[in-house]
């Protein structure tokens, strides 16, 4: 049972464009929302968080938005820049858990 | 400075073998992670401790599989008669909002 999902697989943008990547969740109690960035041969690097209680937060070129009716986030970056090119993850925490439960991910290619 | 030293980077072994993981977190936390990822999947969680007590394990950790914290600091996950379906990259993170990753042991298992 997937409780988080990231349906596409993988983006390709230009750069300078908007990349927006999206990530659904099926557990309503998850209350705080985070993404990864991940290239290969490392592990997921923090980019940007947001808990419940907002609907937006900003750091930078990075923007997420948080749908808690649809159950659904976006990472927007703009932007994007080649050494945005990775593997982003959504990833998920809620009620008494510490654990976070992470989406399939998305590649993201951001061509010149 | 992923702030997470995690030995060995690669570990090559043969089907049956034991095989040991280490993670060492530079800065101190009471909290600590372990998670897997196969090929194609996001990270998942195996098991966690706070300080030398591991609070909860996922029903992936099967009895082959066991972790320890013995200082509150450095932790290892041992996996022994290793079967094929181990090979993963093991991560190790720390923190809480956020946890803070290593760079994982890819295992292989021949």
């Known amino acids: 049972d997937q409780q988080v999902k990231q349906n596409s697989p993988s983006l390709s943008v230009q750069e300078g464009r908007i990349s927006i990547l999206n990530c659904d969740y099926t557990?309503?109690?998850?209350?705080?929302f985070l993404w990864y960035k991940k290239y290969p041969a490392e592990g997921p690097t923090f980019l940007i968080s947001i808990s419940s209680i907002k609907d937006k937060n900003e750091d930078g070129r990075f923007t997420v938005f948080l749908n808690k009716s649809a159950k659904h986030l976006s990472l927007h970056i703009v932007p994007s820049q080649p050494g945005d090119s990775a593997v982003y993850f959504c990833?998920?925490?809620?009620?008494?858990?510490?654990?976070?439960?992470f989406g399939t991910g998305t590649r993201l290619q951001v061509t010149l | 400075d992923t702030g997470v030293s995690q030995n060995p980077r690669h570990k090559i072994t043969k089907r049956g073998q034991n095989v040991t993981f280490r993670c060492d977190p530079i800065s101190e936390h009471n909290r600590l992670y372990w998670y897997r990822q196969t090929l194609g999947q996001g990270p998942e969680f195996l098991t966690y401790f706070q300080n030398e007590a591991q609070l909860e394990k996922s029903r992936l950790l099967s009895d082959r599989f066991s972790a320890e914290r013995p200082k509150g600091s450095f932790s290892t996950l041992e996996i022994q008669r290793t079967e094929q379906g181990d090979s993963a990259m093991y991560l190790c993170?720390?923190?809480?909002?956020?946890?803070?990753f290593g760079d994982g042991t890819r295992l292989s298992i021949l």
């Open positions: 993170a720390y923190g809480d909002q956020p946890q803070h």
């Open positions: 557990n309503s109690m998850f209350d705080y």
């Open positions: 990833a998920a925490l809620g009620g008494t858990a510490s654990k976070l439960t």
